[in-house]
């Protein structure tokens, strides 16, 4: 078992090199047309998007020797660093993003990564099967003494047994969403395996025009000071 | 003269074009480098990946640490593993690149 989770890990670091190489032979083409440029900066985007994905897979094995520290964290602003990054993702797909914040609570027990990562994966998530024109939302709310991140998306509702799944708390192997064509189910089996980690609760509601995928996280008890 | 130590050829030659000069050396991993160093052929500035075949870059930074000519040498330290919050100005290291984030501009920046 163990040599073949060190597997991933040096799987991971051989795919990352190439696109590491990827991302820096278009940041070195120098000045090109308007047109081009579009081109380039997906290039650059599509293989940092990669790049966090393995990331991520890395992750999974650095879970086990607990490298990730337990902290109160300020979700709002993992919120708002996650979607900086991604606004022009939504914004190049016609695409909009809704961000909503009405948790009295700022910080809650996490990991500031990790909780990075999952909602990085729900709002990738909305953004390749949410349909054009349509306006996802992001929010944070208290529920039954929880911290809420959930993100709404617009397009073809979870299909039943992925949302049994879901129901039990975490998702034990990564599984192609049928009703959602091209994903493979890893970036919702990599937030599972995140929010497990960090005693969050992961699940989904499921809507007649799309879906919301939550993390329902402990409130931090520290007080904050902000 | 600066210095690339990187085995992939390819993102050597990438931080080689960012550098903007001529006298820039490309080597796929630390003996050779070590090899013209020793014959006296003393950089200004060496990038420098840590994941190399054969010796890796710490290995090469202790040796370069050991000499009082070669210790002088600042070396940027480019790699895509997670060097965050560590020191590593003992070894001569002005600095770190994460392979996944930096920019043509910033490797400029070290060269300037």
């Known amino acids: 078992m163990e040599s073949e989770v060190d597997g991933i890990l040096v799987a991971a670091h051989e795919l990352k090199a190439p696109l590491a190489v990827l991302r820096q032979l278009a940041l070195a083409?120098?000045?090109?047309?308007?047109?081009?440029?579009?081109?380039?900066?997906?290039?650059?985007?599509?293989?940092?998007?990669?790049?966090?994905?393995?990331?991520?897979?890395a992750k999974m094995r650095r879970l086990e020797e607990g490298m990730f520290k337990m902290e109160p964290v300020a979700v709002r602003?993992?919120?708002?660093?996650?979607?900086?990054?991604?606004?022009?993702?939504?914004?190049?797909?016609?695409?909009?993003?809704?961000?909503?914040?009405?948790?009295?609570?700022?910080?809650?027990?996490?990991?500031?990564?990790?909780?990075?990562?999952?909602?990085?994966?729900?709002?990738i998530n909305a953004v390749h099967y949410s349909n054009k024109n349509t306006r996802s939302q992001l929010s944070v709310f208290e529920t039954k003494g929880k911290l809420r991140v959930?993100?709404?998306?617009?397009?073809?509702?979870?299909?039943?047994?992925i949302f049994k799944e879901l129901k039990t708390g975490q998702i034990l192997k990564p599984t192609s969403i049928a009703m959602r064509p091209g994903s493979s189910g890893l970036g919702l089996y990599i937030a599972s395996k995140f929010a497990q980690f960090m005693n969050a609760e992961i699940g989904a509601v499921r809507h007649q025009d799309g879906t919301s995928f939550y993390v329902n996280l402990p409130v931090s008890r520290q007080m904050s000071l902000f | 003269m600066i210095f690339v130590i990187d085995d992939d050829l390819t993102m050597a030659k990438c931080i080689k074009r960012a550098c903007g000069r001529?006298?820039?050396?490309?080597?796929?991993?630390?003996?050779e480098a070590m090899e013209l160093i020793a014959r006296g052929e003393l950089p200004e500035l060496i990038f420098l990946d840590i994941l190399l075949d054969g010796p890796d870059g710490f290995t090469f930074l202790n040796e370069l640490v050991s000499y009082v000519d070669t210790s002088k040498i600042s070396v940027v330290v480019v790699s895509s593993l997670d060097f965050s919050g560590r020191d590593l100005s003992n070894y001569g290291?002005?600095?770190?690149?994460?392979?996944?984030?930096?920019?043509?501009?910033?490797?400029?920046a070290y060269v300037k």
Do not use: H, W
């Open chain 2, 93 to 108: 290291v002005v600095g770190i690149l994460n392979k996944e984030t930096m920019t043509p501009e910033e490797i400029l």
């Open chain 2, 22 to 31: 001529a006298d820039v050396r490309i080597f796929a991993n630390a003996i």
């Open chain 1, 150 to 161: 959930a993100v709404r998306d617009f397009g073809p509702t979870l299909p039943t047994d």
């Open chain 1, 77 to 123: 602003e993992v919120c708002d660093a996650v979607t900086s990054e991604l606004k022009y993702l939504f914004e190049a797909g016609e695409r909009e993003l809704l961000v909503k914040y009405t948790n009295r609570s700022r910080l809650a027990m996490a990991n500031r990564e990790l909780l990075q990562s999952v909602i990085y994966n729900f709002l």
């Open chain 1, 29 to 57: 083409l120098g000045e090109i047309s308007v047109d081009d440029e579009e081109i380039r900066t997906e290039m650059i985007k599509v293989s940092e998007r990669a790049m966090r994905q393995v990331n991520d897979l």
